[in-house]
């Protein structure tokens, strides 16, 4: 079993900055891509921003320039460096992974979501 723990989620006003954190545990292997997803009230999830184990990036329109997503392979660790924030930003930030485990199974992983609430 693999676990994601997400961190870093808080209340900050618009302009401000946050960094979240996901660290996986458990059964790994390696861990291919990690992402970051969220949800606002009353929408759907939504894709914000990947990065491969090699270090290739894509992000969101939507957060383009303002979003930065970086990886340290060693800690089994994904980042999500948000600048500029805006009140639409504000949601449930969710972290995912796709892991193989040591029974060379794949799978993908959720964590269980950090909230992040930006004030106008």
């Known amino acids: 079993q693999v676990q994601l723990v997400e961190s870093g989620g808080g209340l900050v006003q618009a302009g401000g900055s946050l960094r979240l954190s996901c660290a996986a545990s458990g059964n790994i292997a390696n861990i291919y891509s990690m992402g970051w997803y969220r949800q606002a009230p009353g929408k759907q999830r939504e894709s914000v921003a990947h990065?491969?184990?090699?270090?290739?990036?894509n992000y969101a329109d939507s957060v383009k320039g303002r979003f930065t997503i970086s990886r340290d392979n060693a800690k089994n660790t994904v980042y999500l460096q948000m600048y500029s924030l805006k009140p639409e930003d504000t949601a449930v930030y969710y972290c995912?992974?796709?892991?193989?485990?040591?029974?060379?199974?794949?799978?993908?992983?959720w964590g269980h979501g950090t909230q992040v609430s930006v004030s106008s």
């Open positions: 990065i491969t184990t090699g270090g290739s990036t």
């Open positions: 995912n992974a796709d892991v193989r485990n040591s029974y060379n199974v794949r799978y993908n992983y």
